[in-house]
């Protein structure tokens, strides 16, 4: 999970990155808050190494002792994925 959009070229892009060691048939979730088109060029990028791309950020927070957000004292977190249909397997 990356905090931001600024995170996402040292992880992608660097020399020892994700896309570095990438071949087709892989599967990336991406549990990132970034921006969607940032998440759209990342998903076409791979799609060019025949490599799926799952957008799967997360919302919420976890158990955190003063803190007054009702999903926060719960634990409660709940996750939204985008992808393509055929990179979705059940």
């Known amino acids: 999970m990356l ?3 600024a995170a996402l070229p040292e992880t ?3 020399k020892q990155s994700i896309l ?5 048939a892989l599967t990336i ?5 970034v ?3 940032t998440s759209q060029r990342l ?3 791979l799609k ?9 950020p997360v919302s919420g ?4 002792p003063n803190c007054s957000m009702i999903s926060c004292r719960r634990g409660r977190l709940w996750r939204a994925i985008g992808a393509a249909t055929a990179a979705v397997r059940f």
Do not use: K, Q, R
């Open 3 to 5: 905090s931001n959009d």
């Open 12 to 14: 992608f892009y660097s």
């Open 20 to 24: 570095s060691g990438l071949h087709p």
């Open 29 to 33: 979730i991406d549990c990132s808050t």
């Open 35 to 37: 921006a969607p088109a």
């Open 43 to 45: 998903a076409e990028e």
């Open 48 to 56: 060019a190494h025949y490599v799926d791309f799952l957008d799967a």
């Open 61 to 64: 927070s976890p158990i955190l």
